[in-house]
């Protein structure tokens, strides 16, 4: 299990360093979308385009691979003021229900983003299958987490361990 760990670990980096770099990429377009629209008056519809690519992409990116569990905002006041078999209960209801809906939309959402094949983007000419491609990757990796999370929770663990207190304790 240790080397299963560092693998996770390695692989989560990773997916962490993906972002960053398209933080990067997505500031620079706003930088070169700015610094020609104002200081030459020429503007770049494609630093535009990019921008918005990357903004889609690095927080499906992120929600998928990057964003722990306990790192999500949630508004969890009746979570948090129930007892452990609720908040089991609790869980599994909220996984089960992600579940099925995240399952039940997947082949929709698949054919409507090869269907998406026959359009291009204005600017950078990329074709809108794979621009919304990161949509079924973020889809794919809910579907897993929240498997995970619900096999977690059947077998007794993690259902209360990510509760955080009004008073910054874990």
Do not use: C
């Not at 503007?43 to 990357?54: C, D, Q």
């Amino acid at each position: 299990m240790d080397k299963l760990s560092r693998i996770g670990a390695w692989l989560h980096r990773r997916a962490e360093n993906i972002a960053v770099g398209m933080l990067v990429v997505m500031f620079g377009a706003f930088i070169v979308q700015i610094a020609s629209r104002y200081l030459f008056n020429l503007p770049v519809g494609g630093a535009s385009e990019l921008t918005i690519t990357m903004w889609l992409w690095v927080v499906l990116w992120g929600a998928a691979f990057v964003l722990r569990e306990r790192d999500e905002i949630r508004f969890d006041v009746i979570y948090g003021s129930v007892g452990p078999k609720a908040r089991r209960v609790m869980t599994l209801l909220a996984a089960a229900a992600l579940l099925f809906l995240y399952g039940y939309s997947l082949p929709a959402v698949w054919d409507y983003v090869t269907f998406m094949k026959i359009q291009k983007s204005s600017y950078l000419d990329i074709r809108y299958d794979w621009l919304y491609s990161i949509y079924i990757i973020f889809a794919v990796a809910v579907l897993i987490r929240y498997a995970w999370i619900f096999v977690r929770t059947l077998r007794g663990a993690g259902a209360s361990d990510d509760i955080q207190r009004g008073d910054g304790q874990t």
